[in-house]
C-alpha cells in the first residue's frame, strides 16, 4: 500500500486522467492476459516521456517500487503486480502520441504503447511491416523489454535486430531520460546503449519510443507441411531447405503429433490435414515468401516449393516422409491454435526453451525416453521454432490427476527439464519470454558470479530505484 | 618503455616464442595497413585465451597499457600504439586454434586470430560464408571490436547481427575470462553483455573467441550499374527496387563521378562501362543474389534484374536516366577500387560517415554548394553503401596545394564537415570505422554527459586497466 499523500502528489504529476481509478478499473493492470494476478497499489497511464520521468523520479525519491507494464500479454509474471498490493503500475497503453513513418529510411520511430496489431494495421497501405510475427498481440515496449523473437525469426530476426534505437526513462531520483532514438542503421561511435534495454524486462529503464526497421510485406507465399523420415532427418532437412531456398525460406516450424492432437480436439473447425485421419509424430511447418508478384514467364512460389521439395525428396539422405503444398492460411490456422489448444488437454506447465539447432531432436528424444519414469503422468506437447533452436516444451498432466494437485509437483518438473536443457545440452531456460519474476529462481541458478556483480554495476548507474520485476545481481 | 624486468616476466607467462624480437620485428605491428605509426614497448602473440588473460592480469597489476592488436587494417588508429613507446602491444595473429564448424546450427566458433579471407577459404566448401564484405581483409577479433558493415549490410547485416556468442579477457588485476561463448540464436536470460564488447575498440576486454552466424553462399548474382535522373531520383530507386525485390538485393551502393574518374585514371586495366567514354555524376552499383541454381523453366537472375529495371524504368517517378545489367566481377572491381582510386588523386581525407537514408544526397547537396567557399581547393570523391545509410564522403586536395601543407587544414575541415553531417543532420562521424585514436576528440565532443559517465561505470566494472586506444567516459 502507498499513502494517499503520495496516490495524489502522482495525480498531481501525470494528471487525474493518468489514474485508473477504484479496484476495478485496475483489474485489467493486474492480471496477466494468460497466468498469473497481483495486487496494484496504482495504476498510473501517463502520456508522454516527460511524465514517465517525474513519476518515475517521484517514486524513486519516495522509495516506491514500479512495474512498468505494456500490452500484459508476457507469460513470466513480468509485467504485473506481485501480490503485496506495494508497487505502482506504469501502464504504457496511452504512450501512442507518436507514429512517425520514414518510407526512405524503411523505419518506424513510435510511441511504446501501440499493438504490434495496430503498427502493422497502420502500414500496410505502405507495403511495409513490422517483422516480428506472434501469437499474442503485445505493445511495442514490452516487445523490447522482451525481445520477442516468434515464428519468422528464421528469416527477420528478433526485435532487437530490428531496433535502431530507443528512448529510455531511467528509476533514478530525476527519471532521467536517455534519448538513443538513432535513425541510423550503421554508427560506431561508442557503446550501442539501447542493448543493456533490450530483453531485459524494464529492470534498467521504461522504454517509452522506439524507432524501428520496417520490411516489405511478402507478396507471394507457399506453405507445405513436412513430415520427416525420423527425428534424425529434421536437421538434413533444414539444412537442404536453407541451401536451396536461402532468404526465400521465412519459417521452419516443428510441431509434435501430440499438439496437433491435443488442438485438433479442441478446434473442431480445424480439418485435420493429414491422410487416413492419423497424426504423425513430428511434422514440420515450412513456409517461403518473396515480396513481388510473380511476372511472366515466372513460376509461382507453390511450384519453386514442390520442386524443392521433389529435389529433397530424391536427395540420398531421403529425409521426407511426406510432403504437401496447402493454402497457407489453413496450415498456419493449425499452427497458430496450438498454443490454445494445448491448455485445453489437461494442466499445461509450458517451457520455452532453446538450444543449438542440431541439439533440439537429441533434447526431445532424451525427454521422451526419461519423462515416463521420471514423471509418468506428464505428455509431452511440445513445438516450436527449429530453425532457430526454440522450442515450447509444453507438457501436460491430466487435470484430475495426482500431478495437477501436488503443490511441489511443478517446482520439480521445472528443475529437473531445465537442469537436463541447461547443463546438459547448454540451452536456455528463457529462449523468447525473457525472466519475469517467474524465471528468478533460474536467474539466480543459472547465472555466474560475475555476471551477475556486472548486471549489479550497471542497475546502480541506471536504474538504482525499484523498478521492474526482476533482480538482477 | 618499459623494465626488462616486465618483459622478462611477460615472456615467462607467454612463453618466448610468443615475444616479437627486435625492433625490426616489432616493425609490422607498429604501423597500421594504410595509415598510422606509432612505437611498442613491446608485442606479445599469445596463442590461448588463458595466456591472454595471465599476460593481461600482469600487465593490469603492474600498470602497464595494453593495446589488443588484430588484423591492424583499421582507419582510425585503433589497434596500433601510440608515440610513447610504452604501450605493449597484444597481438590476436596466433590465436587461430580453434576453428569449429557447426553445419546443424549454420554457426562457427572460431578464435579472433583468423583473418576474414581465411575464414570464408574454409567454409567455401560446405557452401557458406561469413557474410560481411570488406576491401580489407581483417582478424575476427578486430571486426568485432569495430563492429565491421561493409557492402552487403544492406542484406545479411553488420558484425554485431551475426555474431552469438563471445569470449573475452578482461582487463582487471586477475585477467577475468568472461566466457560468452553462447551457440544459441535466442536466449533472453538477463543482459546480453556481448554487445558491450562489440564496436567498442577493445576498450572493455579483449575478444578471443567468437561464434558466427553463417550464411549460404549466393549461386546466381546479378549486376547493374544505374544512372539516377537525379540525386532527388535515388531514393524513390532504392525504394522501388526494395520493396519489388526484397531479400534479394543484396548491395545497393553509390558512387559518385569524381570517384570513379580517379579510379579510372590510376587503374588502367579497368574498362570505363559507360557509353561514349564519359562518366555519370552519380551511379548506383545494384546486386541481386540468391542461394540457388536456376531451375527448368526459371529465369535467369540477369532475366529478373532486367525485368524489374523495366518496370521501374517506366514508373511515373522516371528515376533511371540509364541501367545496364553486366558482368559482377567487372563491375565490382571498379567498386572495390575506389579505395585506393581516390588516394592517388591528391592528398586524401577520409570521412566514414552515416545518415538516415532519405538524408545522405541532401547532405552531399550541401556539401557540393558549401565546399567551393569554404575549402575551394577540395575535391569531393564520395561513394558508400546507400542502402544502409552509410557514406565514405572522401576529399582530395592537390599535393602541392596550400591545403595540403597547412597544418591545421585537416582539423578544419573535418571540424566542419562533422559539425554539418552530426550536428545539421544526426549522422554519425563513424558509421563503422569505429572511434580509435583518431576520432577521440569528436566523441568527447559529440558524447552526452551521461552516457560518458555510464562508459566510465562499464570500463571500471571491466577493465578497470589501460587497455585499448579509446577513452570511454
Chains 1, 2 share one sequence.
Not at 68 to 76: A, R
Not at 168 to 178: F, R, S
Not at 208 to 220: D, R
Not at 383 to 400: A, Q, S
Request: proline fraction near 4%; aromatic fraction near 8%; glycine fraction near 10%.
Amino acid at each position: 500500500m502507498i499513502d494517499q499523500e503520495h496516490i495524489a502528489a502522482l495525480a498531481g504529476i501525470v494528471g487525474d486522467k493518468a489514474i485508473v481509478p477504484g479496484n476495478s478499473g485496475m483489474a485489467a493492470y493486474q492480471s496477466g492476459a494468460r497466468y498469473d494476478e497481483g495486487r496494484a497499489a496504482l495504476v498510473i497511464r501517463p502520456q508522454t516521456t516527460e511524465d514517465v520521468s517525474a513519476a518515475l523520479g517521484y517514486c524513486v525519491r519516495n522509495g516506491i517500487a514500479v512495474i512498468p507494464q505494456s500490452g500484459n500479454t508476457g507469460l513470466v509474471s513480468g509485467s504485473t503486480p506481485d501480490a503485496s498490493g506495494g508497487q505502482v503500475v506504469l501502464s504504457l497503453d496511452r504512450m501512442t502520441q507518436r507514429f512517425d513513418i520514414d518510407l526512405d529510411n524503411r523505419t518506424l520511430h513510435a510511441g511504446a504503447g501501440f499493438r504490434l496489431s495496430d503498427v502493422n494495421g497502420k502500414l500496410e497501405k505502405h507495403g511495409l511491416f513490422f517483422p516480428i510475427d506472434l501469437g499474442a498481440d503485445p505493445r511495442l515496449g514490452g516487445m523490447l523489454a522482451t525481445n520477442t523473437g516468434g515464428s519468422r525469426f528464421l528469416k527477420y530476426g528478433d526485435v532487437r535486430r530490428n531496433t535502431l534505437g530507443i528512448k529510455v526513462v531511467l528509476a533514478d531520483e530525476q527519471g532521467t531520460i536517455l534519448d538513443l532514438t538513432s535513425q541510423l542503421r550503421k554508427n560506431n561511435t561508442g557503446i550501442d546503449w539501447k542493448q543493456a534495454f533490450i530483453g531485459t524486462s524494464g529492470a534498467f529503464g521504461v522504454i517509452t519510443e522506439c524507432v524501428l526497421n520496417l520490411e516489405y510485406l511478402p507478396k507471394q507465399v507457399a506453405t507445405a507441411y513436412l513430415v520427416p523420415s525420423s527425428g534424425a532427418h529434421v536437421m538434413p532437412l533444414l539444412r537442404a531447405m536453407e541451401d536451396r531456398l536461402g532468404a526465400y525460406l521465412s519459417a521452419f516450424e516443428g510441431i509434435s503429433g501430440n499438439a496437433i492432437a491435443a488442438t485438433l480436439d479442441h478446434v473442431p473447425s480445424l480439418r485435420n490435414p493429414f491422410q487416413g485421419g492419423g497424426v504423425p509424430d513430428y511434422v514440420i511447418l515450412a513456409e517461403i515468401s518473396r515480396t513481388w508478384e510473380p511476372r511472366q514467364g515466372e513460376q509461382s512460389l507453390d511450384s519453386v516449393l514442390e520442386a524443392v521439395l521433389a529435389e529433397i525428396w530424391e536427395t540420398d539422405e531421403a529425409p521426407l516422409a511426406d510432403a504437401f503444398v496447402g493454402p497457407a492460411h489453413e496450415m498456419w490456422a493449425l499452427r497458430h491454435a496450438l498454443s490454445e489448444g494445448v491448455k485445453h488437454a489437461g494442466k499445461l506447465i509450458a517451457f520455452d526453451l532453446s538450444f543449438r539447432r542440431g541439439d533440439i531432436m537429441a533434447f526431445c528424444d532424451r525427454m521422451k525416453s526419461e519423462m515416463p519414469k521420471n514423471f509418468p503422468e506428464v505428455t509431452i506437447r511440445d513445438f516450436g521454432h527449429i530453425g532457430d533452436g526454440g522450442v515450447h516444451f509444453n507438457l501436460t498432466v491430466p487435470k484430475d490427476s495426482a500431478s495437477a494437485t501436488e503443490p511441489d509437483f511443478e517446482r520439480r518438473l521445472r528443475d529437473w527439464v531445465f537442469a537436463v536443457a541447461v547443463d546438459d545440452f547448454d540451452g536456455s531456460f528463457s529462449a523468447e519470454h525473457a525472466i519475469g519474476r517467474k524465471n528468478q529462481i533460474y536467474y539466480d541458478l543459472y547465472t555466474h558470479q560475475k555476471i551477475k556483480d556486472m548486471a549489479q554495476g550497471l542497475k546502480a548507474m541506471t536504474s538504482p530505484g525499484d523498478l521492474g520485476s526482476v533482480r538482477f545481481g
